[in-house]
């Protein structure tokens, strides 16, 4: 059984989020989202439009996603690797690089992020309205 990971703080879900979890889910049998606490966000300078919960809520209905655990500090990926026995960490390339000194540990792969939706986009969008 591949034990896949992912971490974001996955706000008002759009298509770049579902292509990720999609192909992340691809790499293995199980998929763990680890989405940002509300805590993380703001260490993070991100403003969630929804709660952790709400984040949650969404997440747990995404049919690529097992499991969603919190993420609370950037640290604690190495001991989610160990906790969850996870062997593959799946990120977006705009974090390429970012990860490798979990090469040890499990494979690090970063795919290319879904060009021309974000969750910044979406706002912006909505304020022209
Ligand atoms: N993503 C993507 N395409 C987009 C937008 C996002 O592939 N158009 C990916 C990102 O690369 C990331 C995941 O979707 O892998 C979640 O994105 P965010 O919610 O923006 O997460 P981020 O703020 O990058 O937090 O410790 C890691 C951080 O928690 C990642």
Same mark, same amino acid.
């Given at each position: 059984m591949t034990r896949v990971i992912t971490y974001g703080?996955? &706000?008002? /879900?759009?298509t770049g989020h579902i292509n990720l979890l999609k192909r992340a889910s691809e790499y293995g049998d199980y998929l763990i989202a680890a989405i940002s606490s509300d805590e993380f966000n703001a260490v993070k300078n991100k403003e969630a439009y929804y709660t952790f919960e709400q984040r949650k809520v969404i997440l747990e209905a *995404?049919?690529? *996603?097992d499991e969603v655990i919190p993420e &609370?500090? @950037?640290?604690q990926k190495l001991e989610d690797i160990k906790k969850y026995h996870i062997d593959i960490l799946v990120m977006g390339d +705009? @974090?390429?690089?970012?990860? +490798?000194? /979990?090469n040890d540990y499990c494979e690090v792969i970063y795919l290319p992020r879904t060009v021309g939706i974000s969750t910044t986009k979406i706002k912006s969008d909505l304020n022209r309205l």
């Open positions: 703080t996955f &706000d008002i /879900l759009h *995404v049919r690529f *996603v &609370d500090t @950037w640290e +705009d @974090w390429k690089g970012k990860f +490798d000194y /979990l």
